[in-house]
């Protein structure tokens, strides 16, 4: 249960940091240290939701489900988007950060909540 509540912690923190990045000044010395803590927690979060067994839907692979997708997505997506602000690339940079945040914050907490999920079962139940 205590990567249950790491995942948790790291995915809750990298939501409110992100949201942070988005909405603040882009490249200021803040935006590139809270940047790479949000990356670092990110990759955190996607880690160890591969070690956490699918509850919903079916399984592959020994305890995989649809979810665990995401965090492929995210580990390919963090290094992607560290490399292309490394190069300059601006645009492609901020394309992954939007997708990362998107797909693996606000996709997969949504999914997080639906019924039969552990979050659903603390909250609603």
Known sequence: MGLVYFHLVAAVTSFFIGSFLLIRQKGSSVHKQLGKVYMLLMLATAISALFIPAQVG??????????????????????????AIRRGDIKKHRNAMVILYVMALV???????MPGRLLHSWLFV
């Open 58 to 83: 079916p399984q592959v692979f020994y305890h995989f489900g649809y979810i665990h997708i995401l965090s492929l997505v995210t580990l390919y997506t963090v290094p992607e988007a560290f490399f």
């Open 107 to 113: 996709v997969a907490g949504a999914f997080a909540f």
